[in-house]
């Protein structure tokens, strides 16, 4: 239950595309949806982050999507760039100052 | 610049010997983490304390001993009890318990 199921593992795209990211989740606690992006040898950075009030947020070419009765969310890398190679991690947290991260998705965009 | 210092970066250690990593933050956050990340398996969770002189056990908490006698410090020890402790280790700092976490650069230890 307090588990996050990230896929994929990894994921290459071309210059361009689109990348996207998918996580799952069971707990319905959870109403903290961030996710972070990590460069090799660097701590995590938050990225962008959703709460289950809303079914889309978007900074810039990222995008959250926000599907509350699926227990689902993604997250949408438009236009990928080469700087973009990094990898991201989803997490939850019911707002009790815990937090429960996925696996991780190493992304890859080819030049 | 605020933000969470780790130190040392890189760290290798003899089996049987325990090890001290340390967190400092001037972000005047209430609540402190560590975690554990290794290759395919995400960010576990060590310890947490959200408050000075009280701290909790994460999920993988079995040789490992934090304290937090300041708030602005979070020392984490691998003790010899630990039976794998090489991974790269990260610190991070919240104000609030359910907004951003903010982490450190990480410090990798690797036993020889």
């Known amino acids: 239950q307090q588990q996050v199921k990230q896929s994929p593992q990894s994921l290459i795209v071309q210059k361009g595309g689109i990348s996207i990211i998918n996580c799952a989740y069971e707990?319905?606690?959870?109403?903290?949806f961030p996710w972070y992006q990590q460069f090799p040898g660097k701590g995590p950075a938050l990225l962008i982050a959703?709460?289950?009030?809303?079914s889309e947020k978007k900074e810039g070419r990222f995008t959250i999507s926000f599907n509350k009765s699926a227990k689902q969310f993604s997250l949408h890398i438009m236009d990928s760039q080469p700087g973009d190679s990094a990898t991201y991690f989803c997490a939850a947290s019911p707002g009790t100052y815990k937090y429960i991260f996925g696996t991780g998705t190493r992304l890859k965009v080819l030049a | 610049d605020g933000g969470i210092t780790q130190s040392p970066k890189y760290l290798f250690r003899k089996e049987g010997q325990n090890v001290t990593l340390s967190c400092e933050q001037n972000l005047n956050h209430d609540a402190m983490y560590w975690y554990r990340q290794d290759p395919g398996q995400g960010l576990r969770l060590i310890y947490y304390?959200?408050?000075?002189?009280?701290?909790q056990k994460g999920d993988i908490a079995e040789g490992y001993s934090v304290s937090r006698e300041k708030k602005e410090s979070f020392p984490l020890t691998v003790t010899s009890a630990q039976k794998n402790p090489t991974a790269f280790y990260l610190c991070a700092s919240t104000s609030t318990g359910f907004g951003e976490l903010f982490f450190g650069e990480g410090s990798r230890l690797t036993v020889l």
């Open positions: 959703i709460r289950p009030d809303v």
């Open positions: 707990n319905t606690a959870f109403d903290y």
């Open positions: 304390s959200q408050i000075v002189n009280d701290f």
